[in-house]
């Protein structure tokens, strides 16, 4: 058996005995525990990386006699990797955000756990292992987000209902699939379901489509996103916003191009009223809206859940809009949300940890000096974000743009770049009310971040440039995906993509830049001499002002916010809380039928005999 | 072979030992109904090849069928009296250091006769028969219910004294009805001749017969009484009632409509009631306060699922609801029993009580946590499997009336999950305000035998469905099969 045979047979063995594991060597000593859990996901990163240009289908186990099956392909190659890439990180982050927290033998459990369940998620090969894997992950992130306590418990609750209503639409799905074609088998499914009516097709899309959904963040589906990303661990948020959302994501391309194929999805309807233009508009709403809530929240998670949804939306975009291009971007756009999004996750966590778990944008500022790594660390990521060259986030923004450009769908194009203004205001926000302006007199003492924050926040900083400026690095594996999937190849080489309307070519960004940079340098050292100002030094138009009350960051948008204002109420939240009270209400209604009288009760007896021998009378079933 | 009457005999012998046993030492007295299940549990798990071949017929006294009668174990028959047997087995245990105060000896006596109820109910083949033991089931379970001598038991058992023997008069009619019209009781001979008489006269002991086991069963309007049995009794009594003794109500009535009377177009009057079932019970859940009541509504509500996917009327969905009563025995019995020692350990039945329960008692938290996601379904534990095959059951038969109803049973599991998974936030995540533990006692065996037991069972067979799938085939096949039934028992 060749060395990728003996990973691939043994990768979700390792991760699950490693997540058990972790558990019991933390009951020995805490130190081993954390070492244990680092070490093995890393092992994880290394077997994973092993696999790389690997295929192969392995029956691992039966359920009621049917097969189970798990398959990896390049799909599952390049999700993989990120998976366990991001969850490193988290736990290596985590040794000293958690320091000071109860269970945290739960913590690394789960968060091992939750990384095992993904593994097998993207590496599923029949939909009764993809379900398993499925809930498992979802009880996961449900004990995780509640861990924290306090407000976490209602975001927690509200995140597993939500999740579970989407999983039963999604087992409902899979149960009619089988019910049809008698297979639980994707590949199997591939070949059946082509002859299939439409109605039916889009019958299961829906199906697929809410649990789907509901994970990624797509509008209406988003509501349980906020609550949740903002209470968690922040570890575990850039673990939850960089992979877990992306489940969503891997499903839609599974039920898209794997299962059904691109020459069927596409032509589900008629010209601008098929399914996945619909789902295009979809996203484009969530780009859009989801972006400028994010521009008026106050506190920093919250706002990144925010544009983690807005991201998502173009995600979801690139990859239901059906080109080649498109779905280059789509992809690539996850990878590079996954690296960007997480950085951001952690350096708000460091802030965070650092200050003593102030998050409120209203009450931070100037910590530049004092952390410069984390700050650093945001810029790039904001700058990722965005999508200014040399970052990835440009690249996959180029794509999008690009396919939606192209193919000539100036709505869906104006709401990226809308949705781009939005993300770009919302991402200034966090990086000056954090980072800029001057130095509150409580934090005046506060210290970097510590190693093992910056170690993580640095190697993702590093993953944002390097794939910003050598972008063919990802986009060969996504070329090649594409390809398997069925859509033309496209024009990459290791510094850029080619297409129609011209090349993309960032070494040439790459060059340019750093010639620029140089001759502004030059400009800079042989010009007047500098003055040395001191962080708090403030221009007021002459006034006197001390220095720590001027701080330019609270009601940062005040103008727009008062013009948005009248409109700014999240409907489709309090549609989801309407349904919660109604609920509830009939609940507390059936209950008092139990009225607590016995007469009542012989009565209910004798009616139902009654009624029975009624039915019979009237209707004669029998 | 072990004759299956040894299956009745035995426990009902031990049961009047005890209080021979009783003279001599008072402790003995709570071992007796572990000896008499374990050795239920042996015989009947040796039984299980025999009858796979052929369901074996016992006729007592020598009398043949139809005069005398006749003990009929078909695989259904046993796969339940093994399930009676290991979850009574598991209370069993339980009780020995659980029920302290107040008449030890009597419980342990009704505890027992209340098993030997139940199997010999599974096991009849005559209706009287049944209505015998279902009797004993019964009034041993009156009694148990009312076993704490506080006012809610003795209330809650006065009430479901009454309710149940409403019931069981009604039984009775029924019974004497169909005596009436065939001179018979063997219920194959019943089943054989059913076709005899006018629909009309013939549906009347069946109407008779649904409502009063139907109370037993606990399905809507009939289960007022569950909520406050179920709640009053010492947790180890609620264990065995939700487990086994309703259950035992549902196989009833099921032995009744599909082998007696063959009415395959009730069926859908079925679907509706136990979908009635299931939504009510878990909307009366959802506001509970008090953690056992809320365990009850939500038993409630599995016999409505479980009812519902009897009336799939398909072998997929008769095996669907096999599974669902087992998954679903096992995983309330695992509740009442953690339930029953963290309200020991906190001294009140609030669910705010039960904060802080995560640290003081991990391992029985941790079995709370595997009981509630078996039962709303989360892979790998044993309620997925079971609900696997329910939607699978549903979804095969292409009706678009039975996918909307499936829509709302998937919705009641939605309600479900979302007051269970609020409990479980209370115990792992919310502080205790009670001063933290004055003495940390140590949790006590036979407390922890039968919930890791309990626990290893709900997770080994989810992860291993299959090894129930012959004898839940056979049994599904057996209960739809009228013909062969009565051709085992009148060759």
């Known amino acids: 058996m060749s060395y990728p045979d003996i990973i691939f047979n043994n990768l979700l063995i390792v991760a699950l005995g490693g997540a058990f594991l972790t558990y019991l060597l933390g009951k020995v000593s805490q130190n081993v525990r954390n070492g244990f859990a680092i070490f093995i996901s890393s092992v994880l990163v290394l077997m994973v990386a092993g696999l790389h240009g690997y295929g192969k289908e392995l029956v691992y186990a039966r359920f009621f006699d049917h097969p189970l099956i798990l398959r990896i392909n390049n799909l599952s190659w390049l999700f993989a990797i990120t998976i366990t890439v991001l969850s490193t990180m988290s736990i290596i982050f985590s040794l000293s955000y958690m320091k000071d927290k109860t269970r945290l033998g739960l913590y690394y459990m789960m968060m091992l756990l939750v990384s095992t369940s993904m593994l097998g998620i993207v590496m599923s090969g029949d939909l009764i292992s993809f379900y398993v894997f499925w809930e498992i992950m979802s009880w996961s992130i449900f004990v995780l987000v509640s861990y924290n306590k306090g407000p976490a418990l209602a975001a927690g609750l509200k995140y597993i209902i939500i999740s579970l209503a989407g999983s039963l639409c999604m087992l409902v799905g899979i149960l009619s699939i089988y019910g049809n074609f008698g297979t639980f088998d994707i590949s199997q499914i591939a070949g059946f379901i082509a002859s299939a009516p439409r109605g039916y097709i889009v019958f299961i899309l829906i199906m697929f489509c809410i649990a789907f959904g509901i994970k990624n963040g797509l509008m209406p589906l988003h509501v349980w996103v906020p609550s949740a990303y903002t209470e968690s661990p922040s570890p575990f948020t850039a673990l939850l916003s960089g992979m877990l959302a992306k489940m969503g994501t891997f499903g839609f391309l599974m039920i898209f191009y794997i299962m059904l194929g691109s020459r069927i999805f596409l032509y589900l309807g008629q010209g601008r009223l098929s399914f996945h233009y619909i789902l295009c508009l979809l996203a484009g709403i969530t780009i859009v809206i989801p972006n400028f809530i994010a521009v008026f929240q106050d506190d920093a998670k919250k706002l990144l859940a925010w544009s983690s949804i807005g991201q998502c939306g173009y995600i979801i975009l690139g990859i239901a809009f059906g080109t080649s291009l498109g779905l280059a971007g789509g992809i690539f756009h996850f990878f590079n949300h996954a690296i960007f999004k997480a950085l951001l996750f952690l350096a708000v966590g460091a802030v965070e940890f650092r200050t003593g778990g102030v998050r409120d944008l209203n009450s931070l500022g100037g910590l530049a000096n004092k952390m410069p790594v984390t700050f650093i660390a945001t810029l790039v990521g904001a700058c990722g974000l965005i999508g200014i060259p040399l970052t990835n986030g440009f690249v996959s923004k180029w794509l999008i743009y690009k396919t939606l450009i192209l193919n000539g769908s100036p709505f869906l194009a104006f709401a990226a770049l809308i949705g781009t203004w939005g993300s770009l205001l919302a991402i200034y926000k966090l990086l000056h009310n954090m980072f800029l302006g001057q130095l509150s007199e409580k934090h005046k003492n506060i210290k970097s971040a510590p190693f093992s924050m910056r170690l993580p926040m640095v190697i993702l900083c590093a993953v944002t440039i390097i794939f910003g400026i050598l972008p063919g690095l990802g986009l060969n594996i996504i070329n090649s995906i594409g390809i398997s999937l069925g859509f033309e190849s496209l024009g990459v080489n290791l510094w850029g993509i080619a297409s129609e309307t011209g090349t993309l070519n960032t070494i040439n960004i790459f060059a340019a830049i750093i010639v620029l940079v140089f001759i502004v340098y030059i400009i800079f050292r042989t010009g007047g001499k500098s003055v040395l100002v001191s962080q708090d030094n403030s221009y007021a138009a002459g006034a006197y002002v001390p220095a720590d009350k001027y701080h330019y960051t609270v009601d940062f948008y005040n103008p727009f916010y008062t013009m948005v204002k009248p409109w700014l109420k999240d409907r489709i939240d309090q549609f989801y809380v309407w349904i919660g009270k109604i609920s509830e209400k009939l609940a507390e209604f059936v209950r008092r039928m139990y009225t607590g009288d016995l007469g009542n009760y012989v009565i209910y007896i004798m009616l139902f005999l009654a009624v029975l021998i009624c039915v019979q009378l009237i209707w004669r079933p029998w | ?491």
């Open chain 2, 1 to 491: 072979m072990v004759n299956p009457v040894l299956l009745i005999v035995i426990p009902l012998g031990l049961t009047f030992t005890i209080p021979l046993f009783g003279f001599i030492s008072k402790k003995i007295t709570k071992y007796i109904p572990i000896l008499g299940m374990i050795f239920n549990l042996a015989a009947a798990i040796t039984l299980i090849p025999r009858v796979l071949q052929a369901p074996i017929i016992i006729s007592l006294g020598g009398f043949p069928a139809p005069f005398g009668i006749n003990l009929m174990v078909d695989p259904l028959a046993v796969f339940l009296a093994v399930l009676i047997a290991l979850v009574g087995l598991m209370i069993s245990i339980y009780a020995v250091d659980y029920i302290k105060k107040g008449a030890t000896q009597s419980y342990h006596m009704l505890y027992l006769l209340l098993l030997v109820g139940a199997t010999g109910i599974v096991l009849t083949g005559d209706i009287f028969n049944l209505f015998v033991f279902f009797e004993i089931l019964c009034i041993s379970s009156y009694a148990l219910v009312a076993y704490n001598q506080d006012k809610p038991g003795i209330e809650a058992g006065i009430k479901y004294l009454i309710q149940g023997t409403v019931g069981s008069g009604l039984i009775l009619m029924g019974i004497a009805l169909l005596y009436g019209y065939f001179g018979t009781l063997n219920m194959a001979h019943i089943a054989k001749h059913i076709h005899s008489i006018t629909p009309l006269s013939a549906f009347l002991p069946l109407a008779l017969l649904i409502t009063g086991f139907g109370v037993e069963a606990a399905i809507i309007p009939l289960n007022a009484w569950l909520p406050d049995a179920h709640s009053s009794a010492p947790s180890s009594i609620s264990a065995i009632l939700s487990s086994i003794a309703i259950k035992m109500g549902v196989y009833s009535i099921m032995r009744i409509i599909f082998t007696l009377f063959g009415a395959s177009s009730l069926l859908h009057f079925l679907l509706f009631i136990g979908l009635i079932t299931l939504l009510v019970g878990e909307l009366a859940a959802f506001r509970q306060n008090n953690i056992k009541r809320m365990l009850a509504y939500s038993s409630t509500g599995q016999i409505g699922l479980i009812i519902f996917a009897f009336g799939l009327a398909s072998a997929l969905g008769i095996k669907g609801a096999l599974f669902q009563i087992t998954s679903h025995a096992l995983a309330k019995a695992l509740l009442f029993l953690t339930v029953g020692y963290m309200i020991y350990r906190s001294g009140s039945m609030e669910i705010d009580s039960l904060a802080g329960m995560g640290k003081k008692l991990p391992v029985i938290s941790l079995a709370f946590v595997i009981g509630v996601f078996s039962l709303i379904g989360f892979p790998p534990f044993v309620g997925f499997a079971s609900k696997f095959l329910i939607v699978e059951a549903t979804l095969v038969q292409h009706d678009l009336l039975l996918t909307i109803l499936l829509g709302f049973v998937l919705l009641a599991t939605v309600i479900e999950c979302a007051y269970f998974l609020k409990v479980i936030q209370i115990i792992y995540f919310k502080e205790s305000n009670k001063d933290p533990d004055q003495t940390r006692k140590n949790t006590s065996l036979a407390v922890l035998i039968p919930i890791c037991i309990l626990m290893v069972l709900v997770v080994g067979i989810g992860i291993y469905p299959e090894v129930l799938s012959k004898i839940l085939n056979s049994a599904a096949g057996m209960l739809l099969d009228r013909g062969e039934y009565i051709r085992s028992v009148l060759p």
